[in-house]
C-alpha cells in the first residue's frame, strides 16, 4: 500500500474520486500557504514535493509492480499547486484552477493523455500531472482576464 505522502496524508484512499480528494486538500492547503506564509514557500515547496515524489513513485511501481495507482495523489498535489502558483491572486482564480486542473487530469487532452498513456516510472505518472497543472494556472489566468472586465 502507497504510504502517508504518496497517498498525501492518505487523501489518496477515498473511496470515490481519490483524484479529486487529493486535489481539494492540496488546494486547501496551497491557499493556506499563500495567504499565511508566502508564494515562495508554495513554490519552494513544490519543487521539494516533486523531487521527492519521483523517488518515492519508482520505489514504489518497483516494489509493487503498479503502474500509476489510483490511490497515489502526490501527483495531483504537485498539480495543483503549479495551477496555483501560476494564478491564484483571488478567490475566482483559485476555484477556476481547481476545476481547470482536475477538467484536465480527468479528461486528459492531446499531449496530457500522451504522456499518461505512453510514459512509464515516475515521469509518467507526475508528468501529465504537472502538465495540467501549467494548462490549468494558463487557463484560469487568461479567463479571469476575460470575465473580470465583465463583473
Aim: charged share 15%; proline share 3%.
Amino acid at each position: 500500500m502507497p504510504n502517508s505522502f504518496l497517498t498525501f496524508f492518505y487523501s489518496g484512499l477515498s473511496p470515490k474520486a481519490p483524484g479529486t480528494a487529493g486535489s481539494l486538500l492540496a488546494t486547501v492547503l496551497g491557499v493556506v500557504l499563500i495567504r499565511y506564509i508566502s508564494m515562495e514557500t508554495l513554490v519552494l515547496l513544490t519543487i521539494l514535493v516533486t523531487m521527492i515524489a519521483f523517488k518515492q513513485i519508482n520505489a514504489y511501481e518497483e516494489q509493487s509492480g503498479n503502474h500509476d495507482d489510483s490511490r497515489i495523489v502526490i501527483d495531483e498535489v504537485v498539480g495543483v499547486w503549479i495551477a496555483l502558483i501560476l494564478s491564484s491572486q483571488t478567490m475566482l482564480q483559485i476555484v477556476l484552477s481547481f476545476l481547470f486542473f482536475r477538467l484536465y487530469d480527468i479528461w486528459k487532452p492531446s499531449l496530457i493523455g500522451r504522456i499518461d498513456r505512453n510514459v512509464k516510472g515516475a515521469l509518467g505518472v507526475m508528468g501529465d500531472d504537472m502538465l495540467a497543472g501549467v494548462l490549468a494556472g494558463i487557463s484560469s489566468a487568461a479567463l479571469y482576464q476575460l470575465v473580470t472586465p465583465l463583473i
